[in-house]
């Protein structure tokens, strides 16, 4: 186990590039609070998002997004970096690969150690000089956004839950049956492991971590956006409800008709309303 601070960059693989004058991408290995290395990439704002323009200000004035993307995910994806792309026309974005996904190190504990991931990007985030910095996350991600804001109060300025469960232990549809198979058993995590490029922990939690629901009502007075499809085949309908339900007046819900589940299903249309909320609200 490492004695380095949440956040701490082990490696820079990508620095600025001196020739344009430009700031490009930076990718490097963060070191969680528990010692695993965490494939992490910060992409500066090239412009600052405002309705009424602010020639007085400068890219780290706006938010940084950091992006908790859901399970399977990495930093690589396709619709990972899709979502970083819209999402970067609004200020700087963080993406990272979950602990025992894509580069990462560690083994997947399906939203319970995530945390101290998410935690270690928003460190990082913050070291940037960025003042506001919003957590969005999908799925198993849009889980961890919840318990972060709950267990680390004030560190962030904004919180986008995207397709997130409600309650653990959920198996009410069969795509999450195939996913309880995928992470139960030695079959399913050989799977995981060489399919799906998802090393997963072998151990039960123990124990139990903070539901989403019950992350919610500690989450307050930080603005929080429940975003669902109606299409959802994961979670229905009774989940982002349950969440806005235990929200109250803090939180603020979206069920999307036509959508499905998670990054896939969000178009760019939605990721656009979804920075202009944040823009909105982390000001």
């Not at 889980?143 to 919180?159: E, F, K, N, Q």
């Not at 995207?162 to 309880?180: D, I, Q």
């Not at 309908?237 to 235990?246: F, N, Q, T, V, Y």
């Not at 979206?254 to 990721?271: F, K, R, V």
Request: charged residues 20%.
């Amino acid at each position: 186990m490492s004695n380095r601070p949440a956040g701490h960059a082990a490696r820079s693989t990508v620095r600025p590039n001196s020739e344009t004058g430009r700031k490009a991408p930076i990718r490097t290995f963060l070191c969680t609070a528990d010692g695993v290395p965490v494939d992490s990439v910060y992409n500066p704002a090239a412009v600052v998002y405002e309705a009424v323009p602010d020639a007085s200000r400068t890219p780290s004035d706006g938010p940084a997004f950091v992006i908790a993307h859901g399970f399977t995910g990495d930093v690589d994806r396709p619709h990972v970096r899709r979502v970083a792309d819209v999402l970067a026309r609004y200020g700087a974005v963080v993406t990272f690969s979950f602990r025992g996904h894509g580069a990462s190190g560690g083994r997947s504990t399906v939203g319970d150690k995530e945390v101290l991931d998410l935690a270690a990007a928003v460190e990082w985030a913050r070291g940037f000089g960025h003042a506001r910095v919003v957590t969005v996350g999908f799925s198993m991600g849009g889980s961890v956004v919840l318990r972060h804001a709950a267990l680390y109060p004030g560190t962030v300025d904004a919180v986008v839950s995207v397709s997130a469960p409600a309650r653990w232990y959920y198996r009410g549809t069969a795509p999450m049956r195939r996913l309880h198979w995928l992470v139960t058993r030695p079959e399913g995590r050989l799977v995981g492991r060489y399919g799906l490029r998802t090393r997963i922990h072998h151990r039960e939690w123990n124990p139990v971590p903070l539901s989403p629901v019950q992350a919610v009502p500690r989450i307050a007075p930080t603005p929080l956006l429940i975003v669902h499809g109606d299409r959802d085949g994961y979670f229905p309908l009774d989940h982002p409800r349950m969440l806005a339900e235990a929200a109250g007046d803090h939180g603020e819900l979206w069920l999307e008709p036509g959508m499905g589940h998670a990054e896939h299903a969000a178009d760019e249309a939605l990721l656009a309303r979804i920075g202009d909320w944040v823009a909105a609200r982390a000001s």
